[in-house]
Antibody
């Protein structure tokens, strides 16, 4: 069974940093793209960024709203993906989801999601 | 960037009704479109990939259609457990945008 468990959320002041973790199990981690998606409570979904798989050298993509401030990485030995968030703004307040994105039918669809972790940026 | 416009943003329907949600892309995205269902307090769940391929375990009352810039998600006979928000997502190019969502309520 695929399992994704996020951790590391909490309250942080504007300008601060936070690192989220996503512990993965039940599948071959290095084979898969992993994405982060966020959701302001009561609002819609926003794609944050992606790390590709080993075959694609773990390269990354980011949404414009976080590019230069957020960094996605992964630890293959511990099957964990990370979202390092720096220079946080109040508008980064959201629930952050980790997703698995396997390739089929021509694209990488988000077929498994964690439960999410809440990040609150406030003074 | 590709924008996705979902309509309606909210709908209220009765059990057994046929419900249709539309997603329009600002550029041609072929069939690189997914639909997700999100029930209150839970993570989204992938319902449909490649515009029309139903994920394993998803009830057959759900269906997706479309290609290019116009897509639809149809629930053929609305059930109480379908009360949720539904989102489309394009996977043609970065950034991987989501539509604004459609909240479905049972009358």
């Amino acid at each position: 069974e695929v399992l994704l468990v996020e951790s590391g959320g909490g309250l942080v002041r504007p300008g601060g940093s936070l690192r989220l973790s996503c512990a993965a199990s039940g599948f071959t981690f290095s084979d898969h793209y992993m994405d982060w998606v966020r959701q302001v409570p009561g609002k819609g979904l926003e794609w944050v960024g992606r790390t590709r798989n080993k075959v694609n050298s773990y390269t990354t993509e980011y949404a414009a709203s976080v590019k230069g401030r957020f960094t996605i990485s992964r630890d293959e030995s511990n099957n964990t993906a990370f979202l390092q968030m720096n220079s946080l703004k109040t508008e980064d307040t959201a629930v952050y989801y980790c997703t698995r994105a396997p390739h089929y039918l021509g694209a990488h669809y988000f077929d498994s999601w964690g439960r999410g972790t809440l990040v609150t940026v406030s003074s | 960037d590709i924008q996705l416009t979902q309509s309606p943003s909210f709908l209220s329907a009765s059990v057994g009704d046929r419900v249709t949600i539309t997603c329009r892309a600002s550029q041609v995205i072929s069939n690189y479109l997914a639909w997700y269902q999100q029930k209150a307090g839970t993570a989204p769940k992938l319902l449909i990939s490649a515009a029309s391929t139903l994920q394993s375990g998803v009830p057959s009352r759900f269906s997706g259609s479309g290609s290019g810039t116009e897509f639809t998600l149809t629930i053929s006979s609305l059930q109480p457990e379908d009360c949720a928000a539904y989102y489309c997502q394009q996977l043609k190019s970065y950034p991987l945008a989501f539509g604004g969502g459609t909240k479905v309520e049972i009358k």
